[in-house]
């Protein structure tokens, strides 16, 4: 996924109600922005990071720029978490995911569950279909650890629920964690941070839900899906 046009570097000053962020552009510009994470963004948010922006001119929008990218520790992640979903599609049509390769129709946003839409629908004619949910990574704390989540989701844990339900009729359901920087050999799910999405995604794959990672390569320019790494699923409670 190529940014287009550029973005445009600046440094963070603060990131405030989930949704907003102070910061200086090169020129010295004080402005403020929409940020497109409701998450904690843990990590992500020290005074006088390096932060890119993508801009749009339109009277739609209250804000004209927007937080694509941030430097941490030389690092640059993504934490724009409307991504995913188009970095997922680029990655499964690349066939870094082999398990989910070789269908004929991709569709996005498609109705499912409990009044619930899912990421990505592949179907084939012989192979039948997979529900996939597509799900925004960009939290570490351990060297060359991916985790997932930053902070309590009530909603990630509906979202497992459903992929379990669609799992016991015998129909395929998975979850593809996008994870949106380049330093990260493995990934696990952070059930100390949420106990009960933990227990959630345990029973989701004893319920048959498979699950995936794929590491992204980022710079200012562009954001490349790269390669599957492994889930480590140790320390998930028991059920």
Not at 211 to 226: N, Q, W
Request: proline residues 5%; neutral net charge; hydrophobic residues 40%.
């Amino acid at each position: 996924m190529i940014f287009s046009p550029p973005l445009v570097p600046a440094r963070l000053v603060r990131r405030y109600k989930r949704f907003l962020f102070d910061a200086v552009l090169e020129d010295g510009t004080a402005i403020t922005g929409f940020c497109p994470n409701t998450g904690s963004m843990r990590g992500l948010t020290e005074p006088g990071s390096r932060i890119w922006l993508s801009r749009h001119d339109t009277a739609r929008r209250k804000y004209a720029y927007a937080l694509e990218l941030v430097e941490v520790e030389g690092i640059v992640v993504g934490v724009n978490t409307a991504l995913p979903n188009h970095i997922a599609e680029e990655a499964i049509l690349a066939g870094l995911v082999p398990p989910l390769g070789d269908f004929k129709r991709l569709k996005r946003e498609q109705r499912y569950g409990r009044n619930s839409r899912i990421d990505i629908l592949l179907e084939d004619d012989t192979k039948g279909s997979v529900h996939v949910e597509v799900k925004n990574v960009h939290f570490v704390r351990s060297e060359g650890l991916a985790e997932f989540p930053d902070s309590v989701t009530a909603r990630g844990a509906k979202h497992l629920e459903e992929m379990g339900d669609l799992a016991e009729t015998g129909r395929r359901a998975a979850m593809l964690f996008i994870i949106q920087r380049n330093d990260c050999q493995r990934m696990r799910i952070s059930a100390d941070l949420d106990p009960t999405y933990g227990l959630a995604f345990t029973r989701a794959v004893l319920r048959g839900v498979e699950a995936y990672a794929v590491r992204c390569a980022l710079d200012s320019g562009k954001i490349t899906p790269e390669s599957l790494i492994p889930i480590d699923e140790t320390g998930l409670g028991a059920l």
